[in-house]
Nanobody, 123 residues
Framework: QVQLVESGGGSVQTGGSLRLSCAAS????????MGWFRQAPGKEREKIAH????????YYTDSVKGRFTISQDNAKNTLYLQLMSLKPEDTAMYYC????????????????WGQGTQVTVSS
């Protein structure tokens, strides 16, 4: 059973930084799509970045390009999201998710989800 546990959220002021972590366990395949999603109150969930475990090929949605960086530590089975130059509109619950690679990574319906970590950016 794949389990994902996020941590690292918090409250920061505009322009601040945070690093989110996602500890993963239970993988049975060699490679997965690993993504970060977020959902703000009253808005739909959106994918902000994804990466292929052990391979790389990071993808970012336009609104976070140049500010957020997705990375992985394969030895620790941990996914990271470095958030920089944060804006109030980045305020949301951030979720880590894993998807089976054969279905492709450019989709939102990943199979496994963490419980989320809250990021709040004040002006």
């Amino acid at each position: 059973q794949v389990q994902l546990v996020e941590s690292g959220g918090g409250s920061v002021q505009t322009g601040g930084s945070l690093r989110l972590s996602c500890a993963a366990s239970g993988f049975t395949d060699d490679n997965y799509c690993m993504g970060w999603f977020r959902q703000a109150p009253g808005k739909e969930r959106e994918k902000i970045a994804h990466i292929v475990t052990g391979v790389g090929n990071p993808y970012y949605t336009d609104s976070v390009k140049g500010r957020f960086t997705i990375s992985q530590d394969n030895a620790k089975n941990t996914l990271y999201l470095q958030l920089m130059s944060l804006k109030p509109e980045d305020t949301a619950m951030y979720y880590c998710a894993a998807g089976v690679l054969w279905r492709g990574c450019m989709r939102d319906d990943y199979e496994y989800w963490g419980q989320g970590t809250q990021v709040t950016v004040s002006s």
